[in-house]
């Protein structure tokens, strides 16, 4: 339900492979005819499982074989059981790589495709449920004294989006926030955060022009770059260059920025708080400091802007100004991933923030 950062930590690198190796099965067009899944039914040349414990080369061979299910280009399986091969020997440096390499291993023995995803699945399912879990009521400090805001500057309710240009699930969000400040012009504001993923280079361009339109025309002309390059179908130089021309930035003085590595401190700067705070995808919003991964629908930003709101106007009773609401709110929040308490319970199936992998 979001875009993921595969750099931060070791779960986020064992969702990436398993994701990478049912990705990487499709290729880029144009294609050959797709052949049926491989575990389904024996093919020509389809390889045996192990029938002892396998090094990390044949482990791997196997591993990537039963889960690229259709047509995968050689190059594109040799730099998945690379990748896969590289991380299972480095895999003493985390206690939870081991875990899931060893898993691997164990799972592959004697089981064809089919038996060998489904033992994997029960023990993710195990592992998952073995980790510490983010507390979801906690409040988080974000800084925002130096990032674009959108919105009445003594809105009750600040909302803050970790955001990157090139990610699918932060442009259907944004249109969800768009129409949830035409719908709060008064009690909500909006403050973006740069968050482009490693993946996604036109992501990091998009962030670095839209910084440099920022520091060359002020918040005006980003929020008018910002919201047609989060419904471009384009985001090449070119486009990007386009699109800053239209908010009424010079291309040439856009490109000299970049030239100069403008902007690139600001976006540098909203990854390194990113990153602090445990973010490891994309979209990732803050509502008044509570934090909410992935993608929400109109009705869970609603609620999430209702609940924030009754907090705030509370500190307000108390004679607290509206501008200050949002320092005073979050001045004690946490500034790192904070997890539950063992000796609380878990929150229910239905609270946020969701499970995403």
């Given at each position: 339900s979001y875009s993921v950062n595969s750099t931060v930590t070791t779960a986020a690198q064992w969702t990436l492979l398993l994701g990478l190796?049912?990705?990487?099965?499709?290729?880029?067009?144009?294609?050959?005819?797709?052949?049926?899944?491989?575990?389904?039914?024996?093919?020509?040349?389809?390889q045996a499982p192990p029938t002892e414990a396998p090094d990390?080369?044949?482990?791997?061979?196997?591993?990537?074989?039963?889960?690229?299910?259709?047509?995968?280009?050689?190059?594109?399986?040799?730099?998945?059981?690379?990748?896969?091969?590289?991380?299972?020997?480095?895999?003493?440096?985390?206690?939870?790589?081991?875990?899931?390499?060893?898993?691997?291993r164990r799972c592959s023995i004697n089981r064809s495709c089919v038996k060998m995803v489904g033992c994997l699945e029960a023990f993710e399912a195990k592992l998952q449920a073995a980790r510490p879990k983010v507390d979801p009521s906690a409040i988080y400090r974000v800084d925002v004294s130096s990032s674009p805001v959108r919105?009445?500057?003594?809105?009750l309710v600040t909302l803050v989006m970790f955001s990157d240009h090139q990610c699918g699930f932060c442009r259907r969000a944004y249109s969800v926030v768009r129409?949830?400040?035409?719908?709060?012009?008064?009690?909500?504001?909006?403050?973006h955060k740069h968050f482009p993923l490693p993946s996604h280079a036109q992501g990091l361009?998009?962030?670095?022009?839209?910084?440099?339109?920022?520091?060359?025309?002020?918040?005006?002309?980003?929020?008018?770059?910002?919201?047609k390059a989060?419904?471009?179908?384009?985001?090449?130089?070119?486009?990007?260059?386009?699109?800053?021309?239209?908010?009424?930035?010079?291309?040439?003085?856009?490109?000299?920025?970049?030239?100069?590595?403008?902007?690139t401190g600001a976006v540098q700067a909203d990854l390194k708080q990113g990153n602090g705070l445990?973010?490891?995808?994309?979209?990732?919003?803050?509502?008044?400091?509570?934090?909410?991964?992935?993608?929400?629908?109109?009705?869970?930003?609603?609620?999430?802007?209702?609940?924030?709101?009754?907090?705030?106007?509370?500190?307000?009773k108390t004679g607290v100004s509206p501008a200050d609401v949002y320092t005073r709110l979050t001045a004690g929040g946490a500034t790192s991933l904070k997890y539950i308490s063992p000796s609380r319970p878990s929150p229910g199936p239905g609270s946020r923030p969701r499970p995403r992998r």
């Open positions: 190796a049912l990705g990487l099965s499709a290729c880029a067009p144009p294609c050959p005819k797709p052949t049926p899944p491989r575990c389904t039914a024996a093919q020509p040349g389809a990390c080369a044949r482990m791997c061979t196997y591993f990537t074989y039963c889960r690229a299910r259709r047509w995968t280009a050689p190059r594109h399986l040799a730099r998945l059981i690379l990748s896969c091969t590289t991380q299972c020997k480095a895999r003493g440096k985390s206690k939870e790589a081991s875990q899931i390499f060893e898993g691997i919105g009445a500057p003594g809105a129409a949830a400040l035409k719908r709060h012009p008064k009690t909500l504001r909006l403050v361009l998009g962030a670095r022009v839209s910084a440099c339109v920022l520091k060359l025309k002020g918040a005006g002309a980003f929020w008018a770059f910002h919201d989060m419904v471009a179908p384009d985001l090449s130089r070119i486009a990007l260059m386009s699109l800053a021309k239209g908010a009424g930035a010079d291309p040439k003085e856009v490109a000299r920025c970049l030239a100069e590595k403008g902007g445990g973010i490891d995808g994309t979209p990732t919003f803050y509502v008044n400091g509570k934090r909410y991964p992935g993608y929400m629908s109109a009705a869970e930003l609603e609620h999430a802007i209702k609940e924030a709101r009754l907090r705030a106007e509370a500190l307000v």
